[in-house]
């Protein structure tokens, strides 16, 4: 089973910032890794697929990158509406799917 | 638009069965793999189970492997998620989604998902 931990668990960013969020698998799994997004009460919603597509209906501030086993999603300038919970998603080995525990992005 | 709109979930004892729905609208159900995935109450993401476009292949994680069936019905463009043996640590929102992969190209990845249902599982 590919094991991912993602870093920090809880970012705390003041709005219009930089926020950077890491994910680190187990192993390789090449560009198969995804990122959602979820506010609360919401289900989560695809964010990044492949590393770095962006997923339909979110703006050019959100950007992932990494291969292998190393990955990162960088939000360029805080909005606020952008603070959430973001989970990395591995599909490159399965079954099974896995993900990671999350990093809690809230207001500084 | 694609929309994914879970069932059945409820208070139920220690030990007992649950049956999930997922009715689908939107897209051509029986052309899409669809998922299972959990959440429990103030945690992290947990993949449940994966059934193939045509039903003929199905995958669990051993958490729920011989207690858990995935299914569905093409007719009906449902799916569902049979849980039997309930344990306290089931307790979670159970969230539908659909593989964005085409017949045999599953991808594994998730995209959209349900609003999804809560499942409590408790004496």
């Known amino acids: 089973e590919i094991v991912m931990t993602q870093s920090p668990a809880t970012l705390s960013v003041s709005p219009g910032e930089r926020a950077t969020l890491s994910c680190r698998a187990s192993?390789?799994?090449?560009?198969?890794l995804a990122w959602y997004q979820q506010k609360p009460g919401q289900a989560p919603r695809l964010l990044i697929y492949?590393?770095?597509t962006r997923a339909t209906g979110f703006p050019a501030r959100f950007s992932g990158s990494g291969s292998g086993t190393e990955f990162t999603l960088t939000i360029s300038s805080l909005q606020s509406e952008d603070f959430a919970v973001y989970y990395c998603?591995?599909?490159?080995?399965?079954?099974?799917?896995?993900f990671g525990g999350g990093t809690k992005v809230e207001i500084k | 638009q694609v929309q994914l709109v879970e069932s059945g979930g409820g208070v139920v004892q220690p030990g007992r069965s649950l049956r999930l729905s997922c009715a689908a609208s939107?897209?051509?159900?029986?052309?899409?793999?669809m998922h299972w995935i959990r959440q429990a109450p103030g945690k992290g993401l947990e993949w449940v189970a994966i059934?193939?476009?045509?039903?003929?292949?199905?995958y669990y994680p051993d958490s729920v492997r011989g207690r858990f069936t995935i299914s569905r019905d093409n007719s009906e463009n449902t799916l569902y998620l049979q849980m039997n043996s309930l344990r306290a640590e089931d307790t979670a929102v159970y969230y539908c989604?659909?593989?964005?992969?085409?017949?045999?190209?599953?991808?594994?990845?998730?995209?959209?998902w349900g609003q999804g249902t809560l499942v409590t599982v408790s004496s």
């Open positions: 989604a659909k593989d964005p992969g085409y017949r045999s190209s599953w991808q594994g990845r998730f995209d959209p």
């Open positions: 939107g897209f051509i159900f029986s052309d899409y793999g």
């Open positions: 059934l193939s476009f045509d039903g003929s292949n199905k």
């Open positions: 192993q390789n799994v090449t560009t198969n």
């Open positions: 492949g590393a770095s």
């Open positions: 998603h591995q599909y490159h080995n399965w079954p099974p799917l896995t």
